[in-house]
């Protein structure tokens, strides 16, 4: 098997190969073959231990990744059903903010309005720059507002973005103006109380809740997302550990578990996307094995092509 380093994972792939491997996987999202392990949590004297496991379709790839912020520890492993071996142990950090993107991205190719140029961000840690990076590679956009509680985090955000950047970047002085008026809204933090409220919708926006990957964690509120007209995650399963907000919803029979779609049947035109501009969609990413293992097998692929990875 091969080791890759954070170092080789960056030199080999881009935001733009993770939002294409993400879209042939997620495109074969009914084929019987594919897993999805959700994330489990194991507790720690300090933190926890997260691992979690998938299987893509058309292909003798698996894997599972395993990691805790207690230690610096974030590793995938991918294995060959046909060669009956472990192939590849890789440094997964980068990938992980980047196919973290990349769902993003690819929910918002599939149902954001097609001329959304205006982006709301809110949320400047350490998966938000990708979350920006993700929906410039399927929008056109001419401005992004950035908010976060922090002014001179949020100022010195915009700042580094504007140098990748060549659309305008404003860093909002209050989350309402940040997402008064834009057709794509991210929220990338991992707050426990909603970050926005559904009264600053307006028609037609698409919204990417990017953060709350724990059923502890709000960033809408109820009213958010109930005026969606379509409720995507990338998970069912995985959507009934750790969505809060679409538990809460579900609990009080106020949106049936039946109304929400997987991103998979989308991409995979099982069922329909957006049908007017006017439609509210909202997407709750809650990042999955399946995710990781689809673009580390990318990953992989272009490694044995450039020759890049030490054996072990």
């Known amino acids: 098997m091969i080791y890759l380093t954070e170092e080789d994972v960056q030199s080999l792939v881009t935001m733009e190969d993770s939002i294409a491997a993400l879209e042939t996987a997620f495109g074969q999202w009914d084929d019987p073959s594919r897993g999805n392990l959700p994330r489990r949590r194991l507790d720690l004297p300090v933190k926890y231990f997260n691992l979690m496991a998938a299987a893509i379709p058309g292909s003798d790839i698996f894997g599972y990744r395993g990691y805790t912020s207690a230690i610096p520890f974030n590793l995938l492993v991918l294995l060959s059903l046909k060669r009956e071996e472990p192939i590849a ?4 950090r980068w990938l992980s903010r980047t196919r973290t993107g ?3 991205g690819l929910a918002t190719k599939y149902l954001a309005r097609e001329d959304a140029k205006v982006m709301a961000l809110i949320g400047t840690g350490r998966i938000a720059p990708d ?3 993700a929906v410039a590679a399927v929008r056109d956009l001419q401005e992004l507002r950035v908010f976060s509680r922090n002014a001179d985090k949020r100022n010195q955000f915009a700042q ?3 140098q990748e950047f060549d659309f305008e970047i404003v860093a909002a002085e209050t989350p309402e103006s940040c997402v008064g008026g834009a057709d794509i809204i991210t929220t990338a933090t991992n707050s426990k109380d909603p970050v926005f409220l559904g009264e600053w919708l307006r028609p037609g926006v698409h919204i990417n809740g990017a953060g709350a990957n724990n059923g502890i964690r709000r960033e809408f509120d109820e009213a958010a997302v109930l005026a969606a007209d379509l409720v995507v995650v990338d998970d069912l399963e995985q959507a009934h550990i750790e969505a809060g907000i679409l538990m809460d919803l ?7 578990w039946k109304n929400v779609i997987e991103l998979g049947d989308i991409v995979s035109k099982t069922c329909s996307k957006r049908t007017s501009g006017d439609q509210i969609t909202f997407f709750h990413s809650l990042g999955l094995a399946f995710e990781d293992v689809a673009f580390g097998s ?3 692929d272009k490694a044995i092509e450039a020759g890049i990875g030490r054996e072990i």
Do not use: N
């Not at 142990?89 to 997964?92: A, D, G, R, V």
């Open 89 to 92: 142990l890789i440094e997964c």
């Open 102 to 104: 990349a769902a993003s």
């Open 250 to 256: 579900a609990e009080q029979d106020k949106l049936p």
């Open 160 to 162: 580094e973005l504007a």
């Open 131 to 133: 979350q920006v990076r």
């Open 298 to 300: 990318l990953i992989y």
